[in-house]
């Protein structure tokens, strides 16, 4: 029994290693941003999103809504589409990240969907745009893997999915953009996916 003259029990400081250990409030998670390893000793409610931006310095997937609504966080995870706000960052231990900052070369030329933002001036305000880029990557991978949509022909088909406008409307209709730019970023990801399908390696080039 503590008595009046003990003295106070010590308090392990915020993010030492007794807070990362069972039952506490923090915990190591390990993470391949981009593809590089990154570990960081984490609160359990941090979002990936915090995670990338807070913590990781990695301010392009954006903070629009929070709650899941708007797209602007989107993020690749294991290579599929994410809200990253959503998701709590200590779940994804082990996981691959994938952010618009690691959408472009090592040498630094750009993917080829950026390219095709720019050439169709797919973007106004540039702030959903990071979220769009990511989205759509994840959207054509899906695409070429044939998984269906809401409008795509309910008929059995075999290999990738047709990329007309309604089809990517559909499959990219989880991004918004407040400046109306959607004629343009449905002609850039169609040209982005037609240019990807030609080649010989097909869609699988575009991610």
């Given at each position: 029994?503590?008595?009046?003259?003990?003295p106070p029990a010590p308090q392990p400081a915020h993010g030492t290693p007794d807070?990362?250990?069972?039952?506490?409030?923090?915990?190591?998670?390990?993470?391949?941003?981009?593809?590089?390893?990154?570990?960081?000793?984490?609160?359990?409610?941090?979002?990936?999103?915090?995670?990338?931006?807070?913590?990781?310095?990695?301010?392009?997937?954006?903070?629009?809504?929070?709650?899941?609504?708007?797209?602007?966080?989107?993020?690749?995870?294991?290579?599929?589409?994410?809200?990253?706000?959503?998701?709590?960052?200590?779940?994804?231990?082990?996981?691959?990240?994938?952010?618009?900052?690691?959408?472009?070369?090592?040498?630094?030329?750009?993917?080829?969907?950026?390219?095709?933002?720019?050439?169709?001036?797919?973007?106004?305000?540039?702030?959903?745009?990071?979220?769009?880029?990511?989205?759509?990557?994840?959207?054509?991978?899906?695409?070429?893997?044939?998984?269906?949509?809401?409008?795509?022909?309910?008929?059995?088909?075999?290999?990738?999915?047709?990329?007309?406008?309604?089809?990517?409307?559909?499959?990219?209709?989880?991004?918004?953009?407040?400046?109306?730019?959607?004629?343009?970023?449905?002609?850039?990801?169609?040209?982005?996916?037609?240019?990807?399908?030609?080649?010989?390696?097909?869609?699988e080039a575009i991610v």
């Open positions: 029994m503590a008595h009046a003259t003990d807070d990362a250990a069972p039952g506490g409030t923090r915990s190591r998670v390990s993470l391949r941003v981009n593809g590089v390893r990154r570990d960081l000793d984490l609160d359990h409610r941090v979002t990936l999103l915090d995670a990338l931006r807070e913590h990781l310095d990695l301010t392009g997937s954006k903070k629009g809504c929070d709650h899941g609504q708007c797209g602007a966080c989107t993020v690749l995870v294991d290579g599929r589409r994410a809200n990253s706000c959503l998701l709590l960052a200590v779940t994804l231990d082990g996981c691959a990240i994938t952010t618009v900052e690691g959408l472009a070369a090592p040498d630094g030329s750009l993917h080829p969907l950026q390219r095709a933002f720019i050439e169709h001036d797919a973007f106004q305000c540039g702030y959903c745009t990071p979220g769009q880029l990511c989205s759509a990557v994840g959207a054509l991978r899906e695409a070429a893997a044939g998984h269906p949509s809401l409008v795509t022909a309910p008929a059995p088909q075999a290999g990738p999915v047709a990329l007309t406008a309604p089809e990517l409307r559909e499959r990219l209709s989880g991004n918004l953009c407040r400046c109306g730019a959607y004629p343009a970023i449905v002609r850039a990801v169609a040209e982005a996916g037609a240019d990807a399908a030609a080649t010989r390696t097909g869609a």
